[in-house]
T-cell receptor
């Protein structure tokens, strides 16, 4: 149980393109989903926390107009990287939890490469 | 916010030996401490967790200990196998999860 699916797993696109990443909780309803960014050989850095039906809470230094998050249902959150540039290339990982007192489960990540 | 430190950054052990990874945290209000295993190109997988009202938890070959007074917690893997090779992250929850810097474990057959 507690499966989180992330799509796509890998995307390469040209600079200036917007990219949408989907995160789905397959066998539970996720009141809260999290988006992380991970650079090679580094730890996970929280970008934002999203609660179903409300606006996402962004961490300091994360541009909300650059990284658009939508959590429209209890099983789906999306992260859109707008007008992506090479410095946005990274591994983006989502996680979800049914409620704050239960563990977070992670998707398998999306490797984004901007040329 | 919380500051989580993790050591060692790399660890090599012979198959069958034990592996220990240690983490410290800074804020005594943190109340939940999960450990994740991340394989190459994959997302982190929860392997064990412990809450602040418990001192030790074990699940087969994996155990976690927590010392709230000293603000440190450790992951113990016994009888290591090659498939245990991965990067392990500790985390402490203070509102949200704060992750350590990771330990690359290599189990040598």
């Amino acid at each position: 149980g507690a499966v989180v699916s992330q799509h796509p797993s890998w995307v390469i696109c040209k600079s200036g393109t917007s990219v949408k990443i989907e995160c789905r909780s397959l066998d539970f309803q996720a009141t809260t989903m999290f988006w992380y960014r991970q650079f090679p050989k580094q730890s996970l850095m929280l970008m934002a926390t999203s609660n179903e039906g409300s606006k996402a809470t962004y961490e300091q230094g994360v541009e909300k107009d650059k990284f658009l998050i939508n959590h429209a249902s209890l099983t789906l959150s999306t992260l859109t990287v707008t007008s992506a540039h090479p410095e946005d290339s990274s591994f983006y990982i989502c996680s979800a939890t049914p409620n704050p007192n239960q563990p977070q489960h992670f998707g398998d990540g999306t490797r984004l490469s901007i040329l | 916010g919380e500051n989580v430190e993790q050591h060692p950054s790399t660890l090599s052990v012979q198959e069958g030996d034990s592996a220990v990874i240690k983490c410290t945290y800074s804020d005594s209000a943190s109340n939940y401490f999960p450990w994740y295993k991340q394989e190459l190109g994959k997302g982190p997988q929860l392997i064990i967790d412990i809450r602040s009202n418990v001192g030790e938890k074990k699940d087969q070959r994996i155990a976690v200990t927590l010392n709230k007074t000293a603000k440190h917690f450790s992951l113990h893997i016994t009888e290591t196998q090659p498939e245990d090779s991965a990067v392990y992250f500790c985390a402490a929850k203070l509102g949200h999860l704060f992750f350590g810097t990771g330990t690359r474990l290599t189990v040598i057959p």
